[in-house]
């Protein structure tokens, strides 16, 4: 089984990182989104501002707050405000 | 109805075709063009567009069945182009059909207006070497603590 | 900026093309189809449109005029065809480029509404036979004298 | 020259004379757009309720009123309530 947290990373989150997606280590009783991100911008530390303006997706939903558990074999998204159209 | 993401052209004429329906006399497109800006002194050439597929997928299909509903349409179709797009490139095209060309344009104007707000797309400004961010805030000044996390 | 009549299916993309402005992000589209009406219990199969091409002319030369100068937009189209026109056809395209969608959708609109109410084009029932106008008043009864005149 | 005025009919108005277009004589002196037409009306009695709702255009300008002087070489449209789009 997966023991691992893939964050996937768009447009300036992705900037921020060098790459569109990380995996990220987690223990079986998992993390909250808010440890999980902090760890991944003290790594990267451009991402810092960015994730302050972003939006999360845990498992293609969106979740409020940074207390959200995220578990080995979940998928993150980091939404920074939407530009499209 | 229906809405998708693709990496190649958008093709208006097949947008039209799939809104083909005999009791709809009003079609409205809207068409979003990669414009020619310009950002910090250069002209913009092209943008790369991205998007998050799970979740855009599902918000238009919401935004899809919420312009039926509001406005009586009764064909739809959303088509959001990603990849890097030239300066000219049709990034977005809405299109309604609906009896009546009134709601068709409201229709119309609700679905792009929406789309640009609740669909994960992002644009961003490509040179030849690294990525750079388009609409990016600049990062807040350091006020210390964490108060402006 | 130009207008014209045709006999010929109008090609979408080529109105799309002619409204190619790199200062323009939005372009939206009108596209006025025949529907399958019921006309005195019978399913309208086809149309036939008419024009009056001088007259046409000048007023959809105005009608453009009148849309850039009161909506900014950049680029305006309108393309009529005329003939027999069987159901799903489009009968209109009413295209505008701008630099942004607001103005893009308010100048569509306006276009429409006012080729609709000024521009001498009209449509006919054809049936096998003889030809049988639509939307035509019934004749008034007669009432005597020149009154009604 | 020509001694007649062309009337170009559209939409019901052809129809009410079979024919998109009709030539009419008229003398050199010219007559009043209400004469013509009324003339016409007489020979096409399924003319006279389409003119009554109808617009005049002379050599494609639109004429207010029906006292507009018609004379040989002139060209007048009839146009009924339009219905295009």
Redesign the interface.
Known sequence: MSSTVRVLLFATAREAVGRPAVDRPVPATGVTLGALLDDLAREHRRLAPVLRVSRFVRNGRYVRGRSARVRPGDEVAVHPPFSGG | MSAELTTRPI???RV?AAL?D???????????????DRVGGRTVRALF????P??AA?RFAALEREAVRRYGARKVRVV?RVGRLP??A???VVGVAA?H?AP??AA??FL?ER??????????ERTGR????????P??RRRGGRR??
Chains 1, 4 share one sequence.
Request: charged share 25%; proline share 11%; aromatic share 6%.
């Open positions: 093709s208006v004429a039209v083909a005999p009791p709809s006399g009003g079609v409205v497109l809207f068409l979003g063009r990669v414009r020619a567009y991205e998007a998050d799970t979740v599902r959001h300066v000219g049709v990034s977005v009896p060309r068709a344009f119309a104007r792009i789309l640009k707000r609740e669909v994960p797309v992002w644009k961003t690294a990525p750079r961010a388009r609409r990016r805030r990062p807040p402006s996390g």
